[in-house]
């Protein structure tokens, strides 16, 4: 099992974030007992996170909050940083915008639990070239989906998730939605993504 926390940064979950999601600070204790769940489990986490400069094509002083979107999660700023309840445990962090020589060694269960994946896009596969070879290397049979937002990166994650991993679980009382643009369920359920809350998760790991 590989966890797979979804862009839990400060510029979308406090009210004082750049780009603020109304609600996602509610979300903050089924983080954070996420978080507590893969530690005391030794259960590997996927943090994504975006991570722009001043000419993403993503970002627009006059944003449609569809394509495009003020400025959130410059690289270097407080606003780029996890939360409290997600800050990732001593991770490897692999940069959008470098390329790195990975060895297998590098994914062994001893050597890191936490991997950060920064991007400068929507979907994680298409923000960062090292996505595919990262999840290849886990080869996780089943991925644990959390995060914001439902309807922009998240959506992205599950979809590009669900093509190469055979279990993808979203835990739907972690997840939280931008106004304005269509939510993904309907797709989801045809790829065989299953929505599942934080309780059931909790109950499927200790059937295990
Ligand atoms: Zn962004």
Same mark, same amino acid.
């Given at each position: 099992m590989l966890f797979w926390n979804v862009d839990t940064q400060i510029d979308f979950v406090y009210p004082r974030g750049k780009l603020y999601v109304q609600g996602a600070e509610n979300l903050r204790p089924? @983080?954070?007992e996420l978080?507590? +769940?893969?530690?005391e489990n030794s259960i590997r986490?996927?943090?994504t996170a975006d991570y722009h400069y001043a000419n993403s094509a993503e970002l627009d002083s006059s944003p449609d909050f569809v394509n495009t979107f003020p400025e959130h999660c410059m690289a270097g700023t407080r606003g780029a940083d996890y939360i409290r309840e997600t800050d990732p445990e001593d991770p490897v962090i692999f940069? @959008?915008?470098?390329?790195?020589l990975i060895t297998p060694g590098l994914f062994g269960r001893e050597e890191h639990r936490n991997f950060v994946i920064r991007k400068d896009a929507f979907d994680v596969f298409t923000g960062n070239p090292m996505t595919?070879?990262? +999840?290849? !290397?886990l080869n996780p049979d089943t991925v644990v989906v959390y995060g914001v937002t439902t309807n922009v990166c998240v959506d992205a994650a599950v979809k590009g +998730?669900?093509?190469k991993v055979n279990n993808? !679980?979203?835990?739907k009382d972690a997840i939280k939605e931008l106004p304005n643009i269509p939510l993904p369920f309907e797709t989801w359920e045809k790829k065989g993504v299953e929505l599942i809350t934080l309780e059931k998760l909790k109950e499927l790991m200790t059937a295990n």
């Open positions: 089924q @983080w954070k978080t507590r +769940l893969a530690k986490v996927v943090n940069d @959008w915008d470098k390329e790195y595919e070879k990262i +999840l290849k !290397y +998730l669900a093509k993808v !679980y979203v835990i």
